[in-house]
């Protein structure tokens, strides 16, 4: 299952579930890792999983939630071994209390 693992954070709807759907339809041994905060309420995701369910794995993640990302980075972690590419999609803008990306490299092997 470790073969070109890609984690898009955002990927519920919109650019990050696009690129979710093209990676898997595209790349045979491609892994995804498909983040948002309801990943239980995307319908993309729940067409990605009934055609894709060995090469996608959903989690529940809130990028401005240092709890949430700890927690998200474990579950993540007793899965994935690697991750070879992390795409930020979350539609979310930086301020000065944000700073998501530099959170989840700290807890995830990229
Ligand atoms: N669409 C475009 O044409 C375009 C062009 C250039 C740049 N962008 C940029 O690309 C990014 C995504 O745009 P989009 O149009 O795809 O947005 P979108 O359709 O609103 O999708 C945003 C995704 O991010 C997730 N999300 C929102 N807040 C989050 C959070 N705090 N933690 C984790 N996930 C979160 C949402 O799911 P949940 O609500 O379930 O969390 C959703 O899956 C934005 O930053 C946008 O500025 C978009």
């Known amino acids: 299952m ?4 890609t984690m898009i954070q955002g990927a519920g709807q919109g650019v990050g579930l696009a690129l979710a759907a093209h990676i898997l339809e595209h790349q045979d041994n491609s892994v995804v890792v498909a983040t948002c905060r309801e990943p239980d309420k ?18 529940k993640l809130d990028v401005s939630s240092e709890k949430s ?3 998200a980075s474990e579950k993540i972690s007793s899965q ?13 803008l ?3 209390s944000i ?11 990229l």
């Open 42 to 59: 995307s319908s993309g995701l729940e067409k990605l999983q009934q055609k894709y369910a060995s090469r996608l794995v959903t989690q």
């Open 99 to 109: 700073y998501p990306e530099k959170k989840i490299s700290g807890y995830l092997s």
């Open 2 to 5: 470790e073969n070109n693992v």
């Open 94 to 96: 930086h301020d000065d």
């Open 80 to 92: 994935i071994e690697h991750i070879s590419l992390l795409i930020n999609s979350s539609g979310i």
């Open 69 to 71: 990302i700890v927690s």
